[in-house]
């Protein structure tokens, strides 16, 4: 069974100030995506990587997937009291999976 | 816009009365998928379809049962809720894993059990 661990589980930061979350395998997935989920709703994509050792920028959001395509981080610059949520990353373990391996997320909060 | 929508978005039923849930999509995917959630714990999938074919996780409970009328709709029956299943039902849908099985996620119900 492959397993995604998401760390810190919880993250209480000031607004203005930089973060790091980890999203860590020992399987190695297909590709990788980040969710963001608001308290009461469904979560949104972000952003999806696929090639090891690839970094997308969203804005303020920077993602990076592991050379060997095992593990993900996600940078948040300046964070807002907007960026407040639960992350979420998946797995696809093969490209011709249905199925995505959840992590347990990182629930974020900024304080104004 | 092209959207994923459940309805409804609170449902409230008691111990053992079979609940209906469901899900529409106007962005023509062929995969919808339904998860359970729980305070604090990632998605788990429950089943997914693709088109009219149904996949059953082997350990979703013979309690979830789900219907796909058509490429639009999809439903989540639970014929005798118990408190354990009280939870944030979300309906998911993706073209395929041919696009990385990206997935649009519903709102989600929440469900709770009396």
């Known amino acids: 069974t492959q397993l995604l661990e998401q760390s810190p589980q919880f993250l209480s930061i000031q607004e203005g100030e930089n973060l790091t979350v980890y999203c860590n395998s020992s399987?190695?997935?297909?590709?990788l995506q980040w969710y963001r989920q608001e308290p009461g709703e469904g979560p949104v994509l972000l952003v999806t990587?696929?090639?090891?050792?690839e970094v997308k920028k969203l804005k303020r959001l920077t993602f990076q997937f592991g050379d060997a395509r095992k593990d993900s981080s996600l940078h948040i610059t300046a964070a807002q009291p907007g960026d407040t949520g639960l992350y979420l990353c998946?797995?696809?373990?093969?490209?011709?999976?249905?199925?995505?391996?959840f992590g347990k997320g990182t629930k974020l909060s900024v304080i104004p | 816009d092209a959207m994923v929508i459940q309805n409804p978005r609170y449902q409230v039923t008691q111990f053992g009365k079979p609940v209906t849930l469901s899900c529409s999509q106007t962005?023509?995917?062929?995969?919808m998928y339904w998860y359970q959630q729980k305070s604090s714990q990632a998605p788990k999938l429950l089943f997914h379809?693709?088109?009219?074919?149904?996949?059953n996780e082997a350990d979703t409970p013979d309690n979830f049962q789900s219907r796909r009328p058509n490429t639009s709709f999809c439903f989540l029956d639970i014929r005798s809720p118990g408190l354990g299943d009280a939870a944030m039902y979300l309906c998911?849908?993706?073209?395929?894993?041919?696009?990385?099985?990206?997935?649009?996620f519903g709102p989600g119900t929440r469900l709770t059990v009396l």
């Open positions: 998946a797995g696809q373990a093969g490209a011709g999976s249905y199925q995505l391996t």
């Open positions: 399987s190695v997935f297909s590709s």
């Open positions: 998911a849908t993706s073209t395929g894993p041919e696009d990385y099985n990206e997935q649009f």
């Open positions: 379809y693709y088109d009219k074919d149904f996949n």
């Open positions: 990587v696929v090639t090891g050792g």
């Open positions: 962005l023509n995917h062929n995969v």
